[in-house]
């Protein structure tokens, strides 16, 4: 037990460290922008036009490498939806690269797979010498 | 003398013996069955995301001389030449458009499946390995990069491979084990600067098996890996002069908190979701803990805790360095601890004492997985940016013409690979004619009204998030790129500060699809 105290009092010291981590400034972008890459949300109330301003002049690699745009975009369609506005330009064209019906069936079949393989695991277990040793040099 | 017949029972249980010692394994099945299943996800939508800026320039290189092609990784890549000399001899068979690029990947992110399941059979069971091999078959952070014409897949692979056989060095340190061991460990040292953080515990974890004895084995692969780290040390060092600053301009917080989603969840790491990452790996590693403690027994606990060491330590040093200031830490680069963790995550779905709980947890896994690559399947907002797209709605170009993209140098080189007649670097202060402004914006972006005088509005397209909007010129335009790109923001607004330009010179070729 003292060690498992041990590890979660490590695990705590780390997330500790973790949540101390400074943000660097992020001054070339909006403050919208900047509020939300430095914290992964937005903490800042912010009105309909720096929203739509900060999507439509962020750059591409904050696009690529944090959630900034997925969040103003989100929190940007809430204020129009509550205003009554409708319709979003950000809404992209749709383009599944994989039909769902095919995902469906791939997860049966994993589900399903994983269900054979508890049964004859355990049917297997059940009749007959254990066989599973680790497979050495 | 005629012996008696045996007949019923007696004579069937030798056969029932024989017939099952000569089937395959139930493991042995499924373990085929989840290959077809990866397989299957990875290559059947190989193709359907455009090339992005970094698999643009893969694509680019692909077609220099190799001397060239040497040049172009020194000054331009951040990783070692191991990678883009094999895509080189493999493009050379199989082209390099997306399929035949990113086909040496899906090979790769393939043949991870059956190593994923070799590693935990080797430190747990075999039912760990199907577990662990079902993981890596339908993670999305795995397909992601299965089906991209970069260095991550053969980075995998050869970290994998080197994980494997130290594995089995750590139970049986035999030359054989130890020199396997050592060759993908220089492998992946030659792959990617990263791989160092994985070989370090490896090294500990094997000097501390063997004690004060220090075979001569393990002292020649300790060389051998020393030797080539010693190879791309110089390009380690010039490759912390390249540009790499983007990489601070995202809080060191924010990325540690994307290493478990994108890991678990791959591009869902670009939604909110982000904000509970560390959270969900905390109550994951509590549960993990808990059934290896409660239900496993002592030969499957030890095996796991060879692993969980591995990967703690691939992950954490380079976060502590990054602390540190040496700064390079992005979630694909600490790929090598993913197999190290689906073992520890294998085993613990496998508990002998816990085997309900344990194959809940695994359902849960791969659900979550799987669900995960659904969304991400559905929302082109998580996948690649349609460069395609953007150019089949640019169409072919009557005349000269400049195309302006708002997105700078991540939209320049994917459309210089997918439009014709398109130079791969221009001066911004070259001057050209044209009679055709392109504008590639947002669909944020809106139209300047009224437009300026002689300006006419040809097409507008929206593409997957891209407003693509054409425009004629008269009189046309001869000034600068730099110019021309200053200009754009009076036709697309607001406009950014630095757009990229391209110059397409008249081509009626419709672009590549």
Same mark, same amino acid.
């Given at each position: 037990?003292?060690?498992?105290?041990?590890?979660?009092?490590?695990?705590?010291?780390? =997330?500790?460290?973790?949540?101390?981590?400074?943000?660097?400034?992020?001054?070339?972008?909006?403050?919208?922008?900047?509020? =939300?890459?430095?914290?992964?949300?937005?903490?800042?109330?912010?009105?309909?036009?720096?929203?739509?301003?900060?999507?439509?002049?962020?750059?591409?690699?904050?696009?690529?490498?944090?959630? =900034?745009?997925?969040?103003?975009?989100?929190?940007?369609?809430?204020?129009?939806?509550?205003?009554?506005?409708?319709?979003?330009?950000?809404?992209?064209?749709?383009?599944?690269?994989?039909?769902?019906?095919?995902?469906?069936?791939?997860?049966?079949?994993?589900?399903?797979?994983?269900?054979?393989?508890?049964?004859?695991?355990?049917?297997?277990?059940?009749?007959?010498?254990?066989?599973?040793?680790?497979?050495?040099? | 003398?005629?012996?008696?017949?045996?007949?019923?029972?007696?004579?069937?249980?030798?056969?029932?013996?024989?017939?099952?010692?000569?089937?395959?394994?139930?493991?042995?099945?499924?373990?085929?069955?989840?290959?077809?299943?990866?397989?299957?996800?990875?290559?059947?939508?190989?193709?359907?995301?455009?090339?992005?800026?970094?698999?643009?320039?893969?694509?680019?290189?692909?077609?220099?001389?190799?001397?060239?092609?040497?040049?172009?990784?020194?000054?331009?890549?951040?990783?070692?030449?191991?990678?883009?000399?094999?895509?080189?001899?493999?493009?050379?068979?199989?082209?390099?458009?997306?399929?035949?690029?990113?086909?040496?990947?899906?090979?790769?992110?393939?043949?991870?499946?059956?190593?994923?399941?070799?590693?935990?059979?080797?430190?747990?069971?075999?039912?760990?390995?199907?577990?662990?091999?079902?993981?890596?078959?339908?993670?999305?952070?795995?397909?992601?990069?299965?089906?991209?014409?970069?260095?991550?897949?053969?980075?995998?692979?050869?970290?994998?491979?080197?994980?494997?056989?130290?594995?089995?060095?750590?139970?049986?340190?035999?030359?054989?084990?130890?020199?396997?061991?050592?060759?993908?460990?220089?492998?992946?040292?030659?792959?990617?600067?990263?791989?160092?953080?994985?070989?370090?515990?490896?090294?500990?974890?094997?000097?501390?098996?063997?004690?004060?004895?220090?075979?001569?084995?393990?002292?020649?692969?300790?060389?051998?890996?020393?030797?080539?780290?010693?190879?791309?040390?110089?390009?380690?060092?010039?490759?912390?002069?390249?540009?790499?600053?983007?990489?601070?301009?995202?809080?060191?917080?924010?990325?540690?908190?994307?290493?478990?989603?994108?890991?678990?969840?791959?591009?869902?790491?670009?939604?909110?979701?982000?904000?509970?990452?560390?959270?969900?790996?905390?109550?994951?590693?509590?549960?993990?803990?808990?059934?290896?403690?409660?239900?496993?027994?002592?030969?499957?606990?030890?095996?796991?805790?060879?692993?969980?060491?591995?990967?703690?330590?691939?992950?954490?040093?380079?976060?502590?360095?990054?602390?540190?200031?040496?700064?390079?830490?992005?979630?694909?680069?600490?790929?090598?601890?993913?197999?190290?963790?689906?073992?520890?995550?294998?085993?613990?779905?496998?508990?002998?004492?816990?085997?309900?709980?344990?194959?809940?947890?695994?359902?849960?896994?791969?659900?979550?997985?799987?669900?995960?690559?659904?969304?991400?399947?559905?929302?082109?907002?998580?996948?690649?940016?349609?460069?395609?797209?953007?150019?089949?709605?640019?169409?072919?170009?009557?005349?000269?013409?400049?195309?302006?993209?708002?997105?700078?140098?991540?939209?320049?080189?994917?459309?210089?690979?997918?439009?014709?007649?398109?130079?791969?670097?221009?001066?911004?202060?070259?001057?050209?004619?044209?009679?055709?402004?392109?504008?590639?914006?947002?669909?944020?972006?809106?139209?300047?009204?009224?437009?300026?005088?002689?300006?006419?509005?040809?097409?507008?397209?929206?593409?997957?998030?891209?407003?693509?909007?054409?425009?004629?010129?008269?009189?046309?335009?001869?000034?600068?790129?730099?110019?021309?790109?200053?200009?754009?923001?009076?036709?697309?607004?607001?406009?950014?500060?630095?757009?990229?330009?391209?110059?397409?010179?008249?081509?009626?070729?419709?672009?590549?699809?």
């Amino acid at each position: 037990m003292s060690r498992l105290r041990n590890l979660i009092v490590l695990v705590g010291v780390l =997330c500790a460290f973790v949540s101390t981590l400074a943000a660097p400034a992020f001054a070339a972008q909006s403050q919208v922008v900047a509020d =939300c890459n430095a914290h992964s949300r937005l903490t800042g109330h912010y009105s309909s036009t720096q929203l739509r301003n900060a999507l439509s002049t962020m750059s591409a690699d904050v696009k690529e490498y944090t959630n =900034c745009y997925d969040v103003i975009q989100r929190t940007l369609l809430k204020q129009l939806g509550a205003s009554g506005a409708s319709g979003s330009p950000g809404q992209s064209s749709g383009g599944s690269f994989l039909p769902t019906p095919v995902i469906i069936v791939l997860v049966l079949l994993v589900l399903g797979a994983i269900g054979f393989a508890l049964a004859a695991v355990r049917r297997r277990n059940g009749d007959g010498p254990p066989t599973d040793p680790p497979s050495g040099a | 003398m005629l012996l008696p017949a045996r007949t019923g029972s007696a004579a069937a249980a030798p056969r029932d013996v024989l017939r099952r010692a000569q089937a395959p394994s139930p493991e042995l099945i499924l373990l085929v069955a989840v290959v077809v299943i990866g397989a299957t996800l990875r290559l059947a939508s190989l193709t359907a995301q455009s090339l992005w800026v970094d698999e643009a320039t893969t694509a680019h290189e692909m077609h220099l001389s190799l001397g060239a092609l040497l040049h172009s990784v020194r000054v331009n890549e951040t990783t070692p030449p191991l990678y883009f000399l094999l895509a080189w001899a493999w493009s050379k068979v199989f082209g390099s458009g997306e399929l035949g690029l990113r086909l040496f990947s899906a090979c790769l992110g393939i043949g991870l499946i059956p190593l994923a399941y070799s590693c935990a059979r080797e430190l747990v069971s075999r039912r760990a390995g199907v577990v662990a091999a079902a993981l890596v078959a339908v993670n999305p952070f795995m397909i992601w990069y299965s089906q991209e014409a970069r260095s991550y897949a053969l980075f995998a692979v050869f970290s994998a491979a080197s994980f494997l056989f130290c594995a089995r060095a750590w139970r049986a340190p035999t030359n054989r084990n130890l020199g396997w061991w050592a060759a993908f460990s220089a492998l992946a040292v030659l792959t990617h600067f990263f791989a160092g953080f994985l070989i370090l515990p490896e090294a500990v974890l094997l000097l501390v098996r063997v004690g004060r004895a220090r075979p001569r084995g393990l002292m020649l692969a300790l060389a051998v890996i020393a030797v080539a780290q010693a190879a791309v040390l110089p390009l380690a060092l010039s490759d912390t002069s390249h540009p790499l600053g983007w990489i601070k301009i995202f809080p060191l917080s924010v990325r540690i908190q994307q290493v478990p989603v994108d890991f678990g969840l791959g591009a869902l790491y670009q939604s909110p979701i982000v904000t509970h990452g560390l959270l969900g790996a905390a109550v994951l590693a509590a549960i993990v803990l808990a059934l290896l403690a409660a239900g496993g027994d002592r030969a499957e606990r030890r095996g796991a805790a060879f692993a969980a060491a591995v990967a703690a330590v691939t992950l954490l040093v380079p976060v502590i360095l990054a602390a540190l200031g040496r700064d390079y830490l992005v979630p694909r680069n600490l790929m090598p601890a993913w197999i190290p963790l689906a073992v520890v995550l294998g085993a613990a779905c496998t508990v002998p004492r816990a085997r309900i709980v344990g194959a809940g947890l695994a359902i849960v896994l791969l659900a979550a997985f799987v669900i995960a690559g659904v969304r991400i399947a559905q929302n082109p907002q998580y996948q690649r940016p349609n460069w395609r797209g953007v150019a089949a709605a640019l169409g072919a170009a009557p005349g000269p013409r400049a195309i302006v993209a708002y997105d700078g140098g991540f939209a320049a080189q994917p459309l210089t690979v997918y439009m014709p007649g398109i130079p791969w670097q221009s001066r911004p202060d070259q001057v050209v004619s044209v009679s055709e402004v392109d504008v590639v914006g947002s669909t944020w972006q809106s139209t300047i009204r009224p437009l300026p005088p002689g300006t006419t509005l040809i097409s507008g397209r929206t593409v997957d998030g891209f407003l693509v909007e054409r425009f004629m010129v008269t009189p046309g335009w001869q000034l600068s790129l730099s110019e021309i790109g200053r200009r754009a923001g009076t036709l697309l607004g607001p406009a950014p500060a630095n757009p990229a330009v391209l110059v397409q010179r008249g081509s009626s070729q419709a672009p590549a699809n």
